[in-house]
């Protein structure tokens, strides 16, 4: 390959970098953090212990999908799990996690049981 043909290439590809989609400042949320921000959250934190009164198996069960496209928020319903299986509906629950930028970390936006 010639210098310039190199040379070329060198800068197409500088080009084609800087032009690329902009890198995502939202990192994946993963389980052990999303099982925390449950934990500190009170009315999340308030749900289970009245929910282990009924049924010491219970336990949140995070299923977190894919989080390549850098999601701002994830949506998680059914998150109540009773022995391994599915919990009955009246112990089941769902949550939103949101990134916050300002904080530059995700956060419980909403809980319902």
């Keep these: 390959m010639s210098k310039s043909a190199g040379l070329c ?22 389980p052990q953090e999303a099982g925390s921000l449950l934990h500190y959250n009170n009315k999340a934190e308030n749900w ?26 994830i949506d998680l319903d059914h998150i109540v799990t009773c022995g391994g299986r599915p919990s009955p509906r009246e112990f089941d629950a769902s949550v939103s996690f949101a990134y916050d930028p300002d904080q530059k970390r995700w956060v419980v936006k909403r809980f319902s049981s």
């Excluded at 290439?9 to 993963?30: Q, T, V």
Aim: hydrophobic share 35%; charged share 15%; with cysteine.
């Design 9 to 30: 290439a060198l800068i197409s590809s500088l080009f084609l970098a800087a032009c690329g989609p902009p890198k995502s400042d939202i990192p994946a949320l993963n």
């Design 48 to 73: 289970m212990i009245y929910v282990r009164k009924t049924n010491p198996s219970c336990e949140y069960t995070l299923d977190l999908p894919d989080q390549s496209s850098h999601p701002p928020q």
